[in-house]
């Protein structure tokens, strides 16, 4: 898989500007007082995974928009996830700034679907030094690994292989999760792990949040925050369920989460209404979170 230039318009709405637009859509400029350049373009696996077209959602099963987060940087070392030709789950990592890539495979996963909705996920938690994967999800039961503890804080210190990665589990501390699909982490301001996805269907979920304590290497579900319930009167009537489709959750510099996203209540994105937005400043701490 060939990692080939983007244009990133990056829009600013946070720190009370935002970029954007048609003319920058169009012509990729950088909004004021930002630049960025092109540092490397290196192939990390020339035979990765791409669903054929005669599948009803085809395509590449990396890099896409609702993908958090398939590739991230950690003590200046650079970790993705993809599938290999042959439908493993394989995990790389390098040293930046080097374009040499080290690959582990997760050997006791095999993905059988086809359909481009099954992406990976990674995660990372900075206390103890854990990585963490999902992947292979479409309204399916859960499929998740993480790494033994310091594998990210002391990269230096361990060979780079599959078993560093526990077996492939759908549990989360012995809470066994179904249903899931948009499996996303985020990292806390203080060093946690965040797991937030969709239980249910399109146009019929819940979103759902479970939260890593990076002491305690323990999961803890958090309970739904988006519902499915509620009544809509729409163009095409009276709706009884639904379900978020989300952007980006970001923390800002004080703590505070955010995210944004829009209903959708039935199959299919011609039901899409409304852009929704909301923050908390109760998930910073693991106290807080807690209660």
């Not at 292989?161 to 301001?189: C, H, I, K």
């Not at 952007?247 to 959708?264: N, P, S």
Request: with cysteine; net charge negative; hydrophobic share 30%.
């Amino acid at each position: 898989m060939k990692l080939k230039p983007i244009c990133i318009l990056l829009s600013l709405g946070m720190a009370g500007q935002l970029g954007g637009g048609d003319a920058s859509a169009s012509t990729c400029e950088n909004p004021p007082g930002l630049s960025a350049k092109i540092l490397s373009d290196t192939i990390i696996n020339e035979e990765t995974l791409t669903i054929s077209s005669l599948y009803p959602f085809p395509g590449t099963m990396t890099g896409l928009t609702f993908q958090q987060d398939s590739i991230v940087t950690q003590n200046g070392w650079q970790y993705m996830a993809y599938y290999t030709g042959d439908r493993k789950v394989a995990v790389g990592r390098r040293k930046l700034p080097s374009d040499g890539w080290e690959i582990a495979e997760i050997k006791d996963y095999t993905i059988h679907s086809n359909d481009s909705h099954n992406t990976i996920s990674l995660g990372v938690c900075p206390l103890d030094g854990t990585l963490h994967l999902s992947f292979d999800h479409h309204v399916s039961t859960l499929n998740y690994a993480s790494s033994k503890p310091g594998i990210l804080s002391n990269p230096e210190n361990y060979e780079w292989d599959g078993e560093l990665f526990g077996p492939v589990v759908s549990s989360l501390s012995g809470l066994r999760v179904n249903g899931v699909t948009y499996p996303r982490f985020v990292t806390t301001p203080e060093g946690h792990l965040l797991f937030i996805f969709r239980m249910g269907t399109s146009g019929d979920g819940d979103s759902v949040l479970f939260k890593y304590d990076g002491r305690q290497h323990k999961w803890k579900d958090l309970g739904m925050f988006v519902s499915r319930k509620g009544i809509y009167e729409g163009k095409e009537g009276t709706t009884h369920s639904r379900n978020a489709y989300f952007d980006r959750f970001i923390y800002d510099h004080t703590g505070r989460l955010h995210v944004t996203w829009v209903f959708r209540e039935h199959y299919g994105s011609i039901s899409n209404h409304d852009i929704c937005y909301a923050y908390s400043c109760l998930l910073y701490t693991s106290d807080a979170a807690d209660e």
